[in-house]
């Protein structure tokens, strides 16, 4: 086994070198506009919608704010369809906005809500769906649209990882009412903090641009009561900055994940999964499930990786349908929820990141690999 001199995380900033940053910095400080909807906030507006191939978008200085924003924008109330295969910010944008989550079980192949199981939690309150492109694999946009139109119910989707995901050869930010990024420093586009709502047309990028600055429409106008959601001209200039770099950050993802594909394909128990046929994907994590019969258990690989400073994360685990807040739900019971459940139990996500070297990988798969 190689030498390593540094521990190897789940996932670690792409950050480009500290001098090409200088210059947005002295701009910043000559100009004086810190915030706002300054100069950079603006030119990353347009360069985001451009390089995405969406219409508009708003930024906002996190995507928690932005999921919060979005349900306020579309006044969803009573109950929303959601998974529980997914992060905390998810389900917890609706209780911030005094919703009702209804937990669906997800579909083993794609991690992702079972449009098969929709239909049968729809109730007369139900007003919204709110399914996560998870780990950047598409939904099945179609059969989501095709019950929310029969229903009459808004989609917004929770993109926190599918930045420039693309299916059948259009993003995927263009389904859905509103689709919410998130530009954290562990995803795969960062802007230290930050994140957008995607827009399908003006009318309602204004409403939201309303939202996220308090509710002001003009200087003496206040037309809801809005947040400080705001994202400010040190993050936008990272995120022009980044955008500089993301193609080769997400080639190298790729590269990286063939790597593991290639040594896991002897190991039939240690099955990684991938996004369906016809994806443009952005490999925003590489999530491997340790089947039951693998003779070492998830946990116990767990536990080996970390004892050999490699620090690997169960995403998603534990279901958010099992934290105190939202386990009494009736729609929260275990049995409901059988694969996300198995999924949850079985699921590790490797290493991944554009610094990772091919040496550290091979480090990851040689204790992967190693006989028991
Ligand atoms: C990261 C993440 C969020 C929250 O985004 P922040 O920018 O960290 O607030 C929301 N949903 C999912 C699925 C995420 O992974």
Redesign the pocket.
Known sequence: MSKRHRPIYVTEPHLPPLADFMPYLEAIWQSKRLTNSGPFHEQLESALADYLGVEHLSL?A??????VTAMQALRITGEVITTPY?????TH?LLWNNLKPVFVDVDPKTCNLDPDRIEEAITPATTAILP?H?YGFPCDVERIEAIADTYGLKVIY?A??AFGVRHDGESILRHGDLS?L???A??VFNTF???AIVCPNDKIKRRIDHLKNFGFADEVTVVAPGINGKMNEVCAAMGLLQLEHIDAALATRSRIYRQYAEALAAVPTLQLIGPPEGTQWNVAYCPMLVSDTHPVSRDALYDRLKAADIHVRR?FYPLISSFPMYRGLPSAVPSRLGNAHRIARQVICLPIHPGLGADEVGSVLDILLAAD
């Open positions: 906002f996190n995507g928690t704010l932005a999921l997914t992060f905390a910010a998810t944008s996560v998870c929770d926190a990882h919410v998130s530009f954290h562990t995803k903090e930050g994140g995403y």
